[in-house]
């Protein structure tokens, strides 16, 4: 019942930077976290990053230094800033969402994924 759009991936040299967002939509009492999954050719789907709504995150190792996530919960929102990116951080980003429904159960929810290609 919670409908994600992702946005913000592309095309970026080594080095460079993007902003994913993520907007959920639909019908939900409230979403308690928000975050990042990644996929990348041959590898299995992997957690990047996620935040609470009380603003707590969590980030793989991988990424901690170079990644900030942050969200908007009034807008439901939340949104991935990528600074100094690597090639190996090419993958497929999916947005998901852990809400709880207006009948009080949980749903988890993805977004259909957003390509992010670091290459020079």
């Known amino acids: 019942q919670v409908q994600l759009v992702e946005s913000g991936g592309g095309l970026v040299q080594p080095g460079g930077s993007l902003r994913l967002s993520c907007a959920g939509s639909?019908?939900?009492?409230?979403?308690?976290?928000m975050g990042w999954y990644r996929q990348a050719p041959g590898n299995e789907r992997e957690l990047v990053a996620s935040i609470t709504r009380g603003g707590s995150t969590n980030y793989a190792d991988s990424v901690k230094g170079r990644f900030t996530i942050s969200r908007d919960n009034a807008e439901n929102t939340v949104y991935l800033q990528m600074n100094s990116l690597k090639p190996e951080d090419t993958a497929v980003y999916y947005c998901?969402?852990?809400?709880?429904?207006?009948?009080?159960?949980?749903?988890?929810?993805w977004g259909k994924g957003t390509l992010v290609t670091v290459s020079s």
């Open positions: 998901y969402a852990e809400a709880t429904s207006v009948f009080n159960r949980g749903m988890n929810s």
């Open positions: 639909g019908r939900f009492f409230s979403i308690n976290v």
